[in-house]
């Protein structure tokens, strides 16, 4: 039995969004055997993958808790865009769900678009476009962890308590 109890896959589960990219995602992920949260990437929302995704892999905003934290994954990609972001609807909706999960003991966001950053990545344009208003949410409400995947290279950062992993 693996020791965690929860997986969070933060998006680019294909590379085209394809229909077949998607058959082939599925059949690989169902082998996992841990409660799974899967949020789409830029790469799975190219084509018509915005659509497929909620069929394959289900809601692209969530909240899922556990005894003592709460994950809330939120959807930062753009139709056929590398770029990312939070709109107001969303960004609204996660300020929300911060509050009514205050008493949690541990509080984690999911994202796909990194916040900061990455080092040792490449050339830097991809972080959310309003990702210092989303920084300022995050800490004002005392999330403990972030996590976002998009570069596809590991780092972790400690950001003045707040813990912002990209995977």
């Not at 929860?6 to 082939?24: I, N």
């Not at 939070?86 to 509050?99: A, H, M, P, Y």
């Not at 476009?129 to 920084?135: E, H, S, T, W, Y």
Request: glycine share 8%; with cysteine; net charge negative.
């Amino acid at each position: 039995e693996a020791p965690f109890d929860l997986v969070v896959h933060t998006g680019d589960v294909t590379d085209s969004g394809l229909r077949e990219a998607y058959e082939h995602a599925a059949s690989v992920i169902k082998t996992i055997r841990k409660p799974l949260v899967i949020l789409p990437g830029n790469h799975d929302c190219r084509n018509v993958g915005y659509e497929l995704f909620e069929d394959y892999f289900g809601d692209l905003n969530g909240v899922r808790q556990g005894e003592d934290y709460v994950l809330i994954y939120v959807d930062s990609s753009i139709p056929d865009q590398n770029e990312g972001r939070v709109g107001s609807s969303k960004f609204t909706w996660l300020k929300n769900r911060l509050i009514e999960y205050s008493s949690k003991k541990y509080k984690i966001v999911a994202v796909h678009h990194h916040l900061i950053p990455v080092p040792k990545a490449g050339t830097e344009r991809n972080v959310l476009f309003n990702a210092g208003d989303l920084m300022d949410l995050l800490q004002k409400y005392d999330v403990d962890l972030v996590l976002s995947g998009h570069r596809h290279y590991p780092n972790v950062i400690n950001t003045n308590g707040m813990v912002i992993s990209n995977a």
